[in-house]
């Protein structure tokens, strides 16, 4: 009877030990660390695009302060991205990564995020561009929100949309903001 219970014993031992032994206590990724992975995939892709494509110094992206989605480093800021970004359409190579990037960022509140859309840390340069737009004709342009859109809803610069007078201003302050403007 004792060895009956000395092997019963043992054999708990070993089914307790091997099913923990077995078990894997890592975590898995959760969504957001998998969709992060997945843009660093298609980032890495679009920055090797870019590099074949006439921008040689284009960096690999890296993780945004949130961890939840990514930026290309550029110096100049996010403009200077989506200014390459927009070089880079008119081949179906990087066009293609472009809309799986698009397809694979986390989604604004307002409607769905777009790589490059401008967002609080863009808000300083937003504010030069604001500043700029009001020197060259549009005194009414305001100033950013904090999360990188103009208030422009119910205004007059909301109905005139991409007029000449706009597109002009735009144009000579492109220094400050190249990429897409967000109106709230």
């Known amino acids: 009877m004792k060895r009956i ?22 975590p898995s990724p959760s969504p957001s660390q998998n969709n992060v992975q997945r843009l660093m995939t298609i980032g890495r892709k679009m920055a090797q695009c870019a ?7 284009f960096p690999d992206p890296v993780a945004n302060a949130e961890g939840d ?19 880079l359409e008119g081949f179906p190579e990087c066009k293609s990564l472009l809309n799986q990037m698009s397809d694979a960022s ?3 509140k307002r409607g769905p995020r777009r790589v490059g859309d401008p967002g609080p840390k863009d808000v300083p340069a937003l504010r030069n561009f604001a500043k700029c737009m009001r020197q060259h004709g549009l005194p ?5 929100k904090a999360d990188g859109s103009f208030p422009m809803s119910g205004t007059p610069l909301q109905a005139e949309g991409k007029s000449n007078r706009v597109r002009t201003a ?5 220094q400050f903001w190249s990429g897409r403007i967000l109106g709230s």
């Open 5 to 26: 219970l000395a092997c019963t014993a043992l054999a708990l031992v070993c089914i307790t030990g091997c099913s923990a032994a077995g078990g894997d206590d890592t």
């Open 170 to 174: 735009a144009d000579a302050c492109q």
């Open 51 to 57: 590099r074949a494509h006439g921008h040689p110094n």
């Open 140 to 144: 009414e342009w305001p100033d950013p």
């Open 106 to 108: 986390p989604p604004r």
């Open 69 to 87: 989605d990514i930026v290309f480093n550029l110096p100049g800021g996010n403009g200077d991205v989506k200014t390459v970004f927009r070089s």
